[in-house]
């Protein structure tokens, strides 16, 4: 007479000329998942996840039953995934797997019930499907090298986003309308390239020549400029939100109308910049060069990180302009139409 095991949720177990087995279980157990054949342990079944229908299985409460002539507990699921499932109850890993797989993964996690497991696959998928959902760079850097070689290279409206371009000689090249999200031109030599109204969010140009470059209209908000070169570069209208122009040669650059909210201009040479109708608010400013800089309509007050040396001159106007060179800078506050040409303040 045979006797069979209860059954679980969502399990089915069937047994061959079963004996009886009840807690506390060998060890190895021992596992004929859809014939294919595992080894584990009774605390890799049970601990990770307590609340799963393997946990139940084999928490001692239950019956199960044992191929008394083989030693195995079969259980009738496809086994292609369990080592997946063995492996993930051992270390809290999920595999790398193609789409397709996690599907079937997932169906599996499910079926024994292993809602951490499931919880993962479900964040794997989403963020795949996010990646799928970003632009990717149209051409590589061995595709921009070759370009390079040719007389008139263009751009314009491709998407060269997170591209290494960097080290590369890519002076004259017109980049307008193009995307550079997080694209490297560190150490490039850009001089006189376009950069007309680009996406380049997060880019970074570290040290990179940029004389004469055009990036009017352009959204750079989180670029790393520092040490760049971008003596007379046109930034009229851009949008430079958080970027960093530590220690950059800004000289005669066109910064006009330019958000410069929460950038870093430590140690800039701003000299003879034209900063008519900046937005400098809580911008870093210590240790700048604003020489015969033109800041027309330009409000210092709201500066982050006002300069502070051995001369802190406070100006009637409320701006702090600290240790800055300020010669012959022409100031005009909005709120009072008040004109300050400041002459040799130190």
């Not at 750079?220 to 760049?228: K, Y």
């Not at 851009?238 to 410069?260: K, P, V």
Request: net charge neutral.
């Amino acid at each position: 007479m045979h006797r069979f095991a209860f059954f679980l949720p969502f399990v089915h177990l069937v047994a061959v000329s079963p004996a009886v087995m009840s807690s506390p279980f060998p060890s190895p157990i021992l596992l004929d998942i859809g014939g294919k054949k595992f080894s584990t342990t009774i605390d890799t079944l049970t601990q990770r996840e307590p609340d799963s229908m393997l946990a139940a299985m084999f928490s001692g409460r239950h019956t199960v039953c044992l191929d008394s002539q083989k030693g195995f507990i079969f259980v009738d699921r496809d086994g292609k995934h369990f080592r997946h499932i063995l492996n993930w109850l051992r270390d809290g890993v999920v595999p790398t797997l193609a789409d397709s797989e996690y599907s079937e993964l997932l169906r599996e996690a499910e079926y024994y019930q292993l809602l951490g497991l499931v919880e993962q696959i479900n964040t794997v998928i989403i963020n795949r499907r996010k990646d799928d959902e970003e632009p990717k760079a149209e051409l590589t850097r061995i595709d921009i090298i070759k370009c390079i070689q040719s007389e008139r290279v263009r751009f314009r409206g491709v998407n060269l986003s997170d591209l290494d371009m960097s080290k590369l000689d890519l002076s004259l090249v017109d980049f307008s309308h193009a995307c550079l999200r997080n694209a490297s031109f560190s150490s490039a030599n850009l001089q006189s390239a376009k950069f007309r109204v680009v996406e380049a969010g997060g880019s970074n140009f570290y040290n990179a020549v940029l004389r004469e470059c055009e990036f009017t209209g352009a959204n750079l908000r989180g670029a790393v400029l520092a040490g760049a070169n971008l003596q007379s570069a046109n930034l009229q209208d851009a949008c430079l939100i958080e970027c960093s122009f530590s220690g950059a040669d800004l000289r005669s650059a066109h910064l006009q109308t330019a958000d410069l909210t929460d950038a870093n201009l430590e140690g800039a040479n701003l000299e003879g910049a034209n900063l008519k109708g900046a937005k400098l608010t809580r911008a870093n400013l210590q240790k700048a060069n604003l020489q015969r800089a033109y800041l027309r309509h330009v409000d210092l007050r709201d500066t982050g990180r006002p300069c502070m040396g051995a001369h802190n001159h406070q100006l009637s106007s409320g701006f702090n302009v600290g240790a800055c060179i300020v010669h012959h800078v022409i100031l005009r506050v909005s709120s009072n139409c008040v004109i300050f040409a400041l002459r040799n303040v130190f």
